[in-house]
């Protein structure tokens, strides 16, 4: 981790990716600037190629000097990856295998996945604001096994194909994921739900097992809950609150995360941090290269903005920033600055850039407590 203290300055490597990733990745650098020059910190930026982008330069998702590049940076900014003129099923090469490659390069085994309901935006959200208020959870995705990197192939059988892609897990993946949630779950409100499919998958009752097991020897401080993926679904839209903490298998995590995406009103406003055993964090918004608004000035850049918060947070050591940073955007929400996917009927939207100015002008201006304990009170109330 770098930090404040370090002589040098941090290294950020910034991954801008395909569609809206570049748009929203100039209005992260820009908070960050922003936020560097009030605190004080010092940070160079290497840029690559990665997804379709680099498909068609190098003719390789996830290129060498890419690659190279992050592992010599505290952390690494991506922006998203693919779009349709690279979606031929059976194309060799897929922008997706990059994001793939670079999680598991780096052994960004956690994604972390913040899901806050900002008072400003509860009347936003199409489940109803008393079921949303003050919600304020994370998923922790096991992001390096599972479904998506298990046995799988194809061939032929008599009338058809047979395809096939296995769920596998072993003791130690899910040992290290175990710890991580409960690490966090015990700096915040000390529970954790533990989310698998046990009446059917052998790997979830493996999943069950060892999680219950590291909790009650390490953790026996966190209070620990398992719930079946089906039910979580459900629980996740009608009573959201009685969550803290969720870890989960990489696609179950993947999937949930999406739905609980509605409960923040959009997914442009979710972050999300990688992380592994040491090496570069992996910061990025949850959400994909939204080939459908690209280019056009209208993209959410929040949540690639509080990716760069999480990334000062837990890679920079600049918890200065971070607070400030996230204060910000809370800051500009409230005065009713909105970006098309979270406007409310008879409101003008603003742009991509102007959203991004604006929170990078309360960045360098705002007084922190006192926006903080003000943020307090209007939970409460
Ligand atoms: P998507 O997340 O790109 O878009 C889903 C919907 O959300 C779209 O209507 C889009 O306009 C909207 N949206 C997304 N980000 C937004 C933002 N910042 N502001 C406002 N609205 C936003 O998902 P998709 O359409 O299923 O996928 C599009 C492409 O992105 C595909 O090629 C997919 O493979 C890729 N993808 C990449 C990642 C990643 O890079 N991590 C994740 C998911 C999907």
Redesign the pocket.
């Known amino acids: 981790m770098s930090s404040s203290t370090d002589t040098r300055p941090a290294r950020i490597m910034l991954l801008p990716?395909?569609?809206?990733?570049p748009e929203?990745i100039n209005e992260a650098h820009k908070v960050l600037r922003a936020a560097a020059e009030r605190f004080g910190h010092r940070f160079e930026l290497c840029q690559g190629l990665i997804?379709?982008c680099a498909i068609d330069r190098t003719a390789d998702p996830l290129p060498a000097n890419t690659l190279s590049l992050c592992r010599q940076c505290d952390a690494v900014l991506?922006?998203?990856?693919?779009?349709?003129q690279?979606?031929d099923p059976l194309a060799a090469v897929?922008?997706?295998q990059g994001?793939l490659r670079i999680r598991s390069e780096l052994g960004l085994f956690a994604n972390l996945r913040p899901v806050r309901v900002y008072p400003a935006l509860a009347n936003n959200v199409p489940l109803k604001p008393e079921i949303v208020a003050n919600v304020d959870l994370v998923v922790v995705r096991e992001l390096t096994g599972g479904l998506y990197f298990g046995k799988r192939g194809r061939e032929p059988v008599e009338g058809g194909e047979h395809a096939y892609d296995t769920m596998s897990y072993t003791t130690p993946e899910i040992e290290r994921i175990a710890r991580m949630a409960a690490m966090l779950a015990r700096s915040r409100g000390g529970k954790l739900t533990s989310v698998d499919k046990a009446n059917v998958l052998e790997s979830s009752r493996l999943w069950r097992a060892t999680v219950t097991r590291v909790i009650a020897d390490e953790f026996p401080d966190v209070e620990l809950e398992h719930v079946l993926v089906d039910s979580a679904a459900m629980h996740l839209i009608q009573r959201p609150r009685r969550f803290d903490v969720i870890v989960t298998e990489n696609m179950f995590g993947d999937i949930l995360t999406?739905e609980a995406s509605v409960l923040a009103g959009?997914?442009?406003?979710l972050p999300s941090a990688s992380l592994g055993d040491g090496g570069p964090g992996l910061y990025?918004?949850?959400?994909?290269?939204?080939?459908?608004?690209a280019g056009r000035n209208?993209?959410?850049?929040?949540?690639?903005i509080l990716s760069a918060a999480m990334m000062c947070r837990m890679s920079l050591g600049w918890i200065d920033a971070a607070d400030c940073i996230t204060a910000a955007v809370e800051h500009v929400l409230r005065t009713g600055r909105r970006?098309?996917?979270?406007v409310s009927a008879g409101q003008t939207p603003i742009g991509?850039a102007e959203m991004g100015t604006r929170i990078a002008d309360f960045v360098a201006i705002m007084d922190v407590a006192a926006k903080r304990s003000r943020e307090t009170e209007c939970v409460r109330t």
Request: proline share 10%; net charge negative; glycine share 22%.
């Open positions: 990716g395909d569609g809206v990733g929203v997804g379709g991506l922006g998203a990856v693919g779009g349709p690279w979606d897929r922008p997706e994001l999406d959009s997914m442009g406003l990025e918004p949850i959400h994909g290269s939204a080939p459908d608004i209208i993209a959410n850049p929040i949540g690639m970006t098309a996917d979270i991509t």
